[in-house]
């Protein structure tokens, strides 16, 4: 049974800074991709970054530049994010799917499993 459980997120000013984390268990390290996808209020949900077995990454280009994903042994994942501004404001969600390539999806469709989720909230 795959368990993520995220933890980092919190209220910032605009300009600031926050660290995501994700602890990932009971699955086969070497075929997951794991990503964040975020859900702003009353809007859909975004992939917004993804990292794969071998470390490729992906941002939506609204997170481009300003967040950066990576892992731990692929057993926690952090989304760094910089430059954070009111329009990031969202519950993000650790995810991950069965997946042993390269190329990750960000749709949130693809990923079959999901955190429970943390508050990030940006204030001008």
């Known amino acids: 049974q795959v368990q993520l459980v995220e933890s980092g997120g919190g209220s910032v000013q605009s300009g600031g800074s926050l660290r995501l984390s994700c602890a990932a268990s009971?699955?086969?390290?070497?075929?997951?991709?794991l990503g964040w996808v975020r859900q702003p209020p009353g809007k859909e949900r975004e992939g917004v970054a993804v990292?794969?077995?071998?470390?490729?990454t992906s941002y939506a280009d609204s997170v481009k530049g300003r967040f950066t994903i990576s892992q731990d042994g692929r057993i926690n994942v952090y989304l760094q994010m910089d430059s954070l501004n009111p329009e990031d404001t969202a519950m993000y969600y650790c995810?991950?799917?069965?997946?042993?390539?390269?190329?990750?999806?960000?749709?949130?469709?693809?990923?079959?499993?999901w955190g429970q989720g943390t508050q990030v909230t940006v204030s001008s």
């Open positions: 995810v991950a799917y069965l997946h042993s390539g390269s190329s990750c999806s960000r749709v949130p469709a693809a990923f079959a499993y």
């Open positions: 009971g699955y086969t390290y070497n075929s997951y991709c």
């Open positions: 990292i794969s077995v071998d470390g490729t």
